[in-house]
């Protein structure tokens, strides 16, 4: 009911554009869509060689991205993680799309499950460490949620 007057009262934007969203605390469909950009890190041979297929960023961090993460980071707002979460999880089913073209050696998926998520046998996301003082300051690490 509270989310309903909130939706009534302030409607929900995208926080890129300003466009009205059907969510709160998430991007408009062409938004996200230009959000969501799997590229693959450079890497010298030798820490290639570590990390077999390369190390990935779903996205450049700029504009509508940045400002949400900076939202969370800062100003403590959790809300964002549903809307962060669904970037995420965008940017995890485009890796394999990365393999058609030669990008992605290495990265194997297996689309057996029932829901139709990927399942990936080699992606491994590792939070970011926070520094103690900051982790208290904050009472959460962002990148870890």
Known sequence: MLDWVLDLLFPPKCPA???????????????????VKPHRLPLDAEMYSLFDGGVW????YEAGLRDMLRQLKYDGKKGLLP?????MAAGLRQLPLAAGNGRQ????????????DVSRENVLAVPVPLHPDRLKERGFNQSEL
């Open 17 to 35: 554009c300003g466009r009205y969203t059907e969510r709160r605390d998430t991007w408009c469909d062409s938004c996200f869509a230009g959000l």
């Open 105 to 116: 050696e290495g990265l194997r998926c297996n689309k057996s499950r029932a829901d139709g």
């Open 57 to 60: 960023a779903l996205g450049v």
């Open 83 to 87: 809307g962060l979460h669904r970037y």
